[in-house]
């Protein structure tokens, strides 16, 4: 048992291990998480198109009917306004979409290697550490990030109607965080932070915890229209209708000042 | 070849060294036994030759100069870490899929086989396997890999005993098959006595042993004699560890030559691995250090 039999390693720069070897072992190890974000966006979606299909007819309706000044129209542009309402509520729940990414897929992500010890398994294969975080990392970071894009436009487009009744703007603080590049760009930080939070803390589920409030901080409305003095909620949607028919207002983005503004501007 | 050679390592965790100043240069074609008690820095010593930890002094490299941890080590070395981490909520053979794609070396069939022999059914969750299923198929994943060096941490510390007798002797027929260099570490010398052929004693992050088991073996005797006369051994030989029992003393003593006549008035006997090892344990100061050690030196200039 003194022969010695052991190969020199080869000099030359080895082959790197292909990519989708790697998104394979992401994709089995992680699918439960990933499952879970499909599941959780797939079934926000239907309710986005479902709700989507219905916001679109009303205001087809609304755009159909004419004078929009006489009392028929007012009936007709009700549920409209009604709908407005629930969107905005919807919004304030998609908000919570990236701090879920960032708790449920990124803390866990390297945190449960470090805790389980299974590090010492991973970071020894031939595929060598930097290798396989990087194939972790990017291949989850791009899943939900493009997924979030997806998202995104789907509810730009459920939202579209009351853009173009310029019932709110883009600029909207509830909904500057739901449009545009905003919500993707913010699921890649909240991943990103649930990843840092992992590591440097080494255990999954106090992990979780630190980075939620991280992840869910910078998605937050800065202020609510709701929660404004002299603006209560149930009284915006019959205001907004009657906005509605003096659709010519330069004003097409409401900041939180806007409810009691376009009440002054009305009167 | 040395498979593992370092030159003046050492890992400090905040105040405390965990390893100081290892020189080892280990050939190839060994089964090593890396013994010492708890907290002696076996674990740290082979966490640096695999990559995972990075030495805080000195260097180590691997497998004829390869730095440890690097693409081209890293190939060649598979490591079964202390409690054979593996993923728990995969199944068998997810988990020899998932190697398999980590890997650039890789032999299915080998896999397979040894898990039939094994009784390990692939569709089993790893979590469900018993502890010794799992460092078996630890082992089998490590082997799959067709490694130049094995190592192994502590691979028997929680397997029971026939676990334990079950998993060398997997090992010893891969040994056997592949011609691999093994390093295993252990707190328990006994069950490395059988098939170790080159033992390395670490203490209080000390290397305080190295060498080729048969020649240490053939160099250390027990001389049993007056307790009076004790002392006088010390010109003669080195002694590495005395015990009194009322006028008769058992001294464990290192030749300097390999044949040299034994003192009138003692009586030497031959001494067992395991008495060698707790021998020096029991002697922090005292150190065997040879043949390779002198290679370090000369090679002190190896590219880190």
Redesign the interface.
Known sequence: MTAVTAPAPPARAQRPIPWTKLAWVTWRQHRVALAGVAVLLGGLAVYLLVMGLKIHSAYQAVLSCHPLTSAECLVVTRPFSNYHQTALDTGVLLLAIPALVGVFVGAPLLARELEAGTFRFAWTQGCGRLRWAAAKLSLLAITVTVAAGAFSLLFRWFYQPFLDARLDGVLAPQLFNLVGVDFAAWTLVAFSIGAIAGVLIRRTVPAMAASRPWSSRAATPQASITTLPGCSASGIPARTALWLASRRSAMCWRTHRNPCSTRRTRT | ?N?IETSGLGKRYGRTWALKDAALAI?????VALVGPNGAGKTTLL?MS???TSPTTGQVTV??G?PA?S?????????V???A????N?SVA?ML???R?????WDQQRAEARLNELRIPLNRKVGKLSGGQQAQL?LTLAVA?RP??LVLDEPLASLDPLARHDFMASLMAA??E????VVLSSHVIADLERMA?YLIVLSHGQVQVAGEVEALLAKHRTLTGPAAAADELAERFAVVHARRAGTQAHVLVRSHQAVEPVPSGWEASPVGLEELVLAYLREPGAGALPGPMARVTQHAGIPA
């Open positions: 070849m498979v050939p190839a074609g060994y089964v966490h695999v990559g995972l497998l004829g390869a941890g693409p081209a080590a890293l190939d060649h070395i598979a490591f870490a202390q409690d981490p593996l993923y728990q995969l997810d899929h998932l190697t794609n980590l890997n650039r070396r630890a890999r130049a060096l040994v056997a592949d011609g691999l260099s052929d």
